[in-house]
């Protein structure tokens, strides 16, 4: 971006020899960082970032009206066990009197990826195509062999919003099949002693696009990493998911 600033200035020291207050405009409007030019071209992603505490409880940042400070609880208020409430603290406290989490977990908003998702070229149509076939193929009864989620009986029968009609028989709406993962990457690599740190990530595929680009990074939805160093428990990653569900 600094080089495109620098194509920018000698092209304009090249026409007219000098740099205006016009050009001096223009070139004040190329993004310096990353951050910048996200902005610029609204390509930012709607990201929440939770307060987590060490029993991993999860907790959404408030906003005072007309500020843009986050404000969290100051201790956790989850019961891990019947009859016990958990009260830790949240926050460090900073010099200058600012606090902020002691641990964070960033969720991405569903419904911002969706809107992206279908943004891209051809992506909607694709995804309307497989509730399409599945409705045509109906009258055929279910499929010897199944070789997608569209052609296993679950969907063959699961039904939508209104009583008695199939969740695949979609009208002129959308309706998008999911898949849910929450993976665990030893962030050490593989070592004799076995995983010491690990690191994990919740992250969704849309069953409705081909295999071929099911998978590919630019069309799953990330919903976030959750934080190091210990793997929670079953019941505990209930925390981390809820912000989805």
Do not use: W
């Not at 993962?181 to 849309?206: K, L, W, Y």
């Amino acid at each position: 971006m600094n080089a495109l600033s620098l194509l920018i200035y000698l092209a304009i020291q090249a026409v007219n020899g000098t740099s205006g207050i016009m050009h001096e405009h223009i070139l004040k409007q190329v993004p310096s960082t990353i951050d910048d030019a996200l902005a610029k071209l609204n390509l930012d992603t709607k990201t929440i970032p939770y307060a987590v505490c060490s029993c991993h409880c999860t907790y959404p940042p408030t906003y005072t009206e007309g500020s843009t400070i986050l404000t969290y609880p100051q201790c956790c208020t989850h019961y891990p066990r019947p009859g016990i409430q958990c009260r830790e603290s949240l926050l460090d406290s900073h010099p200058n009197g600012e606090s902020s989490p002691k641990k964070n977990f960033l969720y991405h908003d569903f419904n911002d990826y969706v809107a992206g998702l279908i943004s891209h070229g051809d992506i909607e149509t694709l995804m309307d195509k497989s509730c399409n076939e599945l409705i045509m193929s109906l009258p055929s009864g279910n499929p010897r062999f199944v070789k997608s989620a569209f052609d296993a009986q679950f969907l063959h029968e699961f039904t939508g919003l209104q009583p008695g009609r199939l969740f695949v028989d979609r009208g002129s709406e959308g309706r998008y099949t999911f898949a849910l993962h929450v993976d665990f990457f030893n962030t050490e690599g593989m070592r004799v002693r076995g995983a010491s740190t690990s690191s994990e990530i919740i992250s969704m595929a849309c069953l409705n696009l081909p295999l071929d680009i099911r998978y590919k990074p630019e069309n799953m939805y990330l919903a976030g990493i959750i934080p190091s160093p210990k793997q929670p428990s079953l019941e505990n990653l209930n925390h981390y998911i809820c912000p989805l569900m």
